[in-house]
């Protein structure tokens, strides 16, 4: 069985200040995406990762695929109040079926103003 | 009009009762999800369509029962549910297999 792990569970910061959130597993993954989820919404896809070592800017956000393609980071830099929300990293196994993604349980970001 | 249409957003329903959940999506993708998201969980796959056709079903008690009567309408039956089975339930599609997945907004079920 194929986990994620997200860290950490919760991140509550002042505007303004920088901050990362990791994803890890001990499997190695084809690719990983990551969303984010508003209250009362469904998860929005922020960015798909696909080679090891990758490294894509989305404004203020820099997410990067780690080089044996098991883990990920997301760093925001200079966050604002619309940042907050509830970061889900995805991964899609190499060997298992295409249309099964496992997700890690999130983590919950507030940024204060 | 939003992308991928979930209703009821909300329902509360008794044990014994019957309901269906509603999605629909008008972005002319061939793929359609349904997940569960509890509360310190990962998000769970339930079944997926293909073509209207089922290509996943992951062990989920028969009280579920999800119909595809074309590619863009999803519904999940619900019977009998269990107080346990109270989440939020999100509907997706895709273009295809490894494709992105787009979400629809959810529907909260509270089962008392």
């Known amino acids: 069985t194929q986990l994620l792990e997200q860290s950490p569970q919760f991140l509550s910061i002042q505007e303004g200040e920088n901050l990362t959130v990791y994803c890890n597993s001990s499997?190695?993954?084809?690719?990983l995406q990551w969303y984010r989820q508003e209250p009362g919404e469904g998860p929005v896809l922020l960015v798909t990762?696909?080679?090891?070592?990758e490294v894509k800017k989305l404004k203020r956000l820099t997410f990067q695929f780690g080089d044996a393609r098991k883990d990920s980071s997301l760093h925001i830099t200079a966050a604002q109040p619309g940042d907050t929300g509830l970061y889900l990293c995805?991964?899609?196994?190499?060997?298992?079926?295409?249309?099964?993604?496992?997700f890690g349980k999130g983590t919950k970001l507030s940024v204060i103003p | 009009e939003t992308g991928v249409t979930q209703t009821p957003r909300h329902l509360v329903m008794g044990m014994t009762n019957k309901k269906s959940l509603k999605c629909e999506q008008h972005?002319?993708?061939?793929?359609m999800y349904w997940y569960k998201q509890s509360a310190k969980k990962p998000l769970e796959l339930m079944f997926v369509?293909?073509?209207?056709?089922?290509?996943e079903n992951n062990s989920v008690p028969s009280r579920f029962s999800p119909e595809c009567p074309n590619s863009s309408h999803l519904f999940l039956h619900l019977h009998t549910l269990q107080p346990e089975d109270s989440a939020l339930y999100l509907c997706?599609?895709?273009?295809?297999?490894?494709?992105?997945?787009?979400f629809g907004n959810g529907t909260r079920l509270t089962v008392t």
């Open positions: 997706a599609s895709s273009q295809g297999e490894g494709s992105p997945l787009h």
């Open positions: 499997s190695v993954f084809s690719s």
């Open positions: 990762v696909v080679t090891g070592g």
């Open positions: 995805a991964g899609r196994g190499s060997g298992a079926g295409s249309y099964q993604l496992t």
């Open positions: 972005l002319g993708h061939n793929a």
């Open positions: 369509y293909s073509l209207e056709e089922r290509v």
